[in-house]
């Protein structure tokens, strides 16, 4: 069993920036996949980034804006947000594959085994 915790969101003005942190503890590996998905209200999950291992690939939309920081032996993944629009408001969802995937495969939402409780993030002024 693996336990997903998120924290670190919050209300920050367009243009700031924000960090969100993603802890897993349980069955994982440098193997595994940990990502972060987005959900605003209305809209499908979308997915904002992932890494495994010292990979890391990331959805159009959040592209040179948004960095993830995988740290292997915490089994830790931040998410640091800058340069924040208002279309980055959203639930954030951290997610675990513990098992290996293809790098193809990490938006797919479906593909995740575990999920954090997810950390409201909003952008507004």
């Known amino acids: 069993q693996v336990y997903v915790t998120e924290s670190g969101g919050g209300l920050v003005q367009p243009g700031g920036s924000l960090r969100l942190s993603c802890a897993a503890s349980?069955?994982?590996?440098?193997?595994?996949?940990m990502a972060w998905f987005r959900q605003a209200p209305g809209k499908e999950r979308e997915f904002v980034g992932a890494?495994?291992?010292?990979?890391?690939v990331y959805g159009d939309s959040v592209k040179g804006r948004f960095t993830i920081s995988r740290d292997n032996t915490r089994n830790t993944a931040s998410l640091q947000m800058n340069n924040l629009k208002p279309e980055d408001t959203a639930v954030y969802y951290c997610?675990?594959?513990?098992?290996?995937?293809?790098?193809?495969?990490?938006?797919?939402?479906?593909?995740?085994?575990?999920w954090g409780q997810g950390t409201q993030v909003t952008v507004s002024s």
């Open positions: 349980g069955g994982i590996s440098r193997s595994s996949v």
């Open positions: 890494a495994q291992g010292g990979n890391t």
């Open positions: 997610a675990v594959r513990s098992q290996r995937i293809i790098l193809g495969a990490w938006s797919r939402h479906n593909e995740y085994d575990y």
